[in-house]
């Protein structure tokens, strides 16, 4: 077995300045996932759900994600795989019409549950660090094991339509919201209400993410140098704000649109369906 390499200079090697230990998150698997989800309910204040009652048609706007809780828990009988639990809430804005005036802006919450499985090995070290805040959005992470940490990297979904449903012509099942975490509730002008309505409103979205499952490790990288900063940093406080303003480039680009081609894969996204045609 060869020597382990040990931090400190590197002889030999002129690429290379010297061998260096650094505590960083390492990454023992991940998934990216393209959801289509049909027909999420959004839950509105009760302001806003008395415009749905009166509405005749909807539009959805916008959709953003609030946050995403996630849960890791190991899965029996295979060693170092685990199960990421994550619940997605989503601040859905749309456009709701009640007659032939100009259409109403309201803001909804919608909800979504996934479930990956991801291997993220074994260890033992409990990890305590100064930065943790009591009062952040997920309280639990006081709370240290052993298990890896999962990380959730998503965008903003594409709302892809929204539909206006009189549940007097369906039956659905009610929903409680007293498990809507306080810190989502409250990003809202009042509180969420699911009963007595006369209407609701369903969603399709679709979803584009990253999970990762992490571990915190020592690793030994090779290092070229330190990183010296090399630009001047430039003031904003100058005696003559017109020197200021005249290091500022012009903005060419803002006032002429890019054209189809400058759009990575804009050229074939439409070609089988000018193939079929």
Not at 159 to 172: E, S
Request: proline fraction near 6%.
């Amino acid at each position: 077995m060869s020597e382990r390499l040990r931090p400190g200079p590197i002889q030999g090697t002129p690429h290379f300045r010297e061998a260096v230990c650094i505590q960083t998150d390492k990454v023992y698997d991940s998934c990216r996932e393209k959801d289509c989800l049909e027909d999420l309910r959004v839950f509105f204040t009760r302001s806003g759900q008395e415009l749905i009652d009166r509405a005749i048609n909807v539009k959805c706007r916008k959709s953003e994600v609030l946050w995403a809780f996630t849960d890791v828990e190991p899965v029996p009988f295979n060693r170092g795989f685990y199960t990421v639990d994550i619940k997605f809430f989503f601040r859905i804005t749309l456009d709701v019409f009640t007659g032939v005036s100009r259409p109403s802006q309201v803001e909804g919450l919608a909800t979504f549950d996934k479930k990956v499985i991801l291997f993220g090995s074994e260890g033992n070290a409990k990890i305590f660090q100064s930065k943790f805040k009591e009062d952040e959005f997920d309280p639990q992470l006081w709370k240290k094991t052993n298990l890896p940490k999962a990380k959730v990297e998503v965008v903003d979904p594409i709302c892809l339509a929204a539909k206006l449903v009189d549940i007097t012509d369906r039956l659905f099942e009610d929903f409680d919201l007293s498990g809507i975490p306080a810190s989502i509730a409250n990003t809202f002008d009042d509180e969420l209400v699911s009963r007595a309505e006369r209407k609701r409103v369903f969603v399709s979205l679709g979803l584009f993410s990253i999970i990762k499952l992490e571990r915190n490790v020592q690793l030994l990288i090779p290092a070229f140098d330190f990183c010296v900063p090399e630009n001047e940093c430039i003031a904003a406080t100058e005696d003559n704000p017109c020197d200021l303003f005249e290091r500022i480039k012009f903005p060419i680009d803002e006032f002429f649109p890019p054209q189809r081609e400058d759009f990575e894969g804009a050229e074939n996204v439409f070609e089988k369906r000018r193939c079929s045609d």
